[in-house]
């Protein structure tokens, strides 16, 4: 059998070279690029259009999810994983609703990355241990099982993005550009969103952010 082609992405350099260099000791992968960003894993994604996506949850640029729904879309062949430091059940939610197969937290050792890996290259699923045991895996697909109501979970999946962008400093004009969308709407957004989590204040608004894991402090 072929090697799997896998782009993996993150942040993190020292995570990505080190899982770079264990999957290349295995002759069932191909790591055909390993970048730093969003933005760059799914511009690699259309020039290698690989087996797997493996992405950071917390990077650079365009928001993580936005980009497996791309990937997702285009791609029909590319299997998306995330990585993670966050057991965060509205992440986990995320990820699923994007298309992602797998989500695993970084406290897994390298061959359970890998294992990971292989599952979702396979057409299976791959959730760590912590997270699996919240989810329930039928016919319909992975999910949450139920989880208490919390103003974050009332978000909408454009809403969160747009949380975590202005969470991460940019403007209205710039969130606009990278979503594609115009600034009456990213506007229209952002008021939604600060009256479900009755926050007014952008300074707020990234310290509830930050609280929630959605960007680094």
Known sequence: MRPQKVVIADDHGL?????????????????VEAVANADEALSSCIRHNPDVLVLDVEMPGRDVFEVARAVRSTQSRTAVMFLSSHANDRFIELAIASGARGYVLKTAGAAEIAKAIRDVAAGGVAFSPAIQSRMVIDRAGPRLGQVPETKFSTLTDREVEVLRYIASGLSKKEIASLMVLSVKTVQN??????????????????RFAIREGLVKP
């Open 15 to 31: 995570l990505r070279e080190l899982l770079r260099e264990r999957l290349v000791l295995s002759a069932q992968f191909e790591v």
């Open 189 to 206: 957004h952002s008021d939604r969103l600060m009256q479900k989590l009755e926050i007014h204040d952008r300074v707020e608004l990234t």
